[in-house]
């Protein structure tokens, strides 16, 4: 009985906002004592990361009316995540961050279902993430953003006229945090930029000039670069650095210091040594619950329209004071990932093989191994060993007949592109346009003819 009352009052503030009309909700809104319940017949969300984040995330659309949630992680719980994912206890270390936070949410906010997914983001068949309304992100690599921001992205359908149609667009919500800074997104794919357009917006990791490490060390952190990118391999000769191992973090730490007092510089740790050879910055609990707190208060809105949502990227910063900023930011219309895709004219006797090939030399894709998919079927795969011996036949067999014999579609490719030197997933939406096709729609290539009239200049 008294469970029950405890129950009902849990949701009074949220049926209270869902019920009321007013002056500032979101379009197409419908106020409803049921439309909480409503809701929870429909809605579902994923949310990507089950780490500082992703535990103030589950908690919070748990307690914002969210029934039906998943969670993806690959991770296991280690000791030094327990002083702010505060889902997960001392016994827990080595478990799935996603099954342990599933389990504890569910244990406290009854009528909540939360299936976890302890894996890699891209193990999953694209498939899955068409399930959900609402994807979440909680997440601290830009690849892993960059991956999810693409698959959404190829749910995404263009009419005619290249207008996304509404149906297709698979709303996101990013949430990122770094210390005492955060920023919090809504993506609507097509109609928002998404996560690609404003690649920029991510600086590069900070790297020092090796000519300051060697010469004129003014910080701690040039005392550590210096062992760790100068000193190591001066020393151990053609032996790879592990930031895995004590005991080269060890031998890193005791030369920056040495380094450090011969410079009259103060402040090298171990600690700050891991952080800076590691990239590690600090997380603050506090950061991530305000961050938390406004992506999964957005899947709120989205959901059930009962206010305009942030339009489009927030920025907290709480470095001196606290400030908050929120920036409209605008699409790129020609964007690789979130556009009515690449163009890329063919010949009808192109085969799969030379296709993929293409693929790796044009220049604004670059993707290498690629995986083709048109229109949900597999045409060739480059893993799993048994699915790939699968399409392998299909290498050998013109484009235009494995799709169909149409004269233009979409065609998905995921395969690796190499991102500031790094090789990262990715998936690409490229629309493919026969030439010539007997029905007289037949263009003559004319660069490539003039490129043949050329003069020979030898
Ligand atoms: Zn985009």
């Not at 609402?134 to 995404?156: H, M, Q, W």
Request: aromatic fraction near 6%; hydrophobic fraction near 40%.
């Amino acid at each position: 009985m008294e469970n029950s009352f405890a129950e009902q009052g849990r949701w009074r503030d949220i049926d209270n906002l869902l019920s009321r009309p007013g002056n500032i909700v979101g379009p197409g809104f419908e106020p409803s004592p049921q439309l909480r319940q409503e809701i929870g017949e429909f809605a579902r969300v994923l949310v990507v990361g089950a780490g500082g984040l992703g535990c103030e995330l589950l908690k919070d659309l748990a307690l914002s009316g969210f029934p039906n949630i998943d969670v993806i992680d690959m991770d296991t719980i280690e000791i030094s995540n327990l002083n702010r994912q505060f889902l997960f206890r001392l016994q827990d270390v080595g478990k799935s961050k996603a099954e342990v936070a599933a389990k504890r949410v569910m244990e406290r906010v009854s009528g909540v279902n939360i299936t976890p997914h302890f894996c890699r983001i891209e193990d999953k068949e694209i498939n899955f993430y068409n399930d959900f309304n609402i994807i979440v992100l909680g997440l601290d690599s830009i690849e892993a953003r960059s991956y999810i921001n693409s698959v959404a992205c190829t749910f995404l359908e263009f009419d005619s006229e290249d207008n996304p149609i509404p149906e297709t667009i698979k709303a996101m919500v990013d949430g990122g945090t770094e210390g005492f800074k955060g920023h919090a997104r809504v993506i609507l794919p097509g109609m928002t930029p998404c996560f690609e357009c404003t690649i920029w917006l991510f600086p590069p990791q900070v790297k020092y000039p090796l000519c300051t490490l060697a010469e004129t060390p003014r910080t701690p952190a040039h005392c550590i670069e210096y062992a760790h990118l100068i000193k190591w391999s001066e020393v151990h000769s053609g032996k790879a650095f592990d930031p895995d191992d004590p005991e080269h973090m060890q031998w890193v730490y005791t030369q920056a210091l040495k380094r450090a007092e011969l410079f009259g510089i103060a402040g090298v740790t171990y600690s700050l040594t891991q952080g800076v050879v590691k990239n590690i910055i600090p997380a603050i609990a506090s950061t991530n619950a305000i961050i938390s707190a406004t992506c999964a208060l957005e899947a709120l809105k989205l959901v059930s329209g009962c206010s305009k949502t942030l339009s489009n990227y927030m920025t907290y910063n709480g470095v001196v004071g606290t400030h908050i900023k929120v920036a409209d930011f605008v699409r790129e219309t020609d964007c690789l990932v979130c556009g009515p895709g690449t163009l890329i004219d063919l010949d009808i006797s192109t085969t799969l093989s030379q296709f993929i090939e293409i693929l790796g030399q044009h220049p604004k894709l670059l993707v290498m191994k690629s995986s083709i998919t048109h229109r949900g079927t597999n045409l060739y795969m480059q893993s799993p060993p048994i699915l790939e011996e699968m399409t392998r036949p299909n290498l050998h067999l013109p484009l235009h007949e494995l799709m169909g014999g149409v004269p233009d579609d979409t065609i998905h490719a995921s395969g690796m592109a190499v991102r500031d030197g790094k090789k990262t997933s990715c998936l690409r939406k490229l629309r493919v346009k026969f030439k010539g096709l007997p029905d007289g729609t037949t263009e003559m290539g004319t660069t490539s003819v003039c490129k043949e009239l050329e003069p020979d200049l030898n």
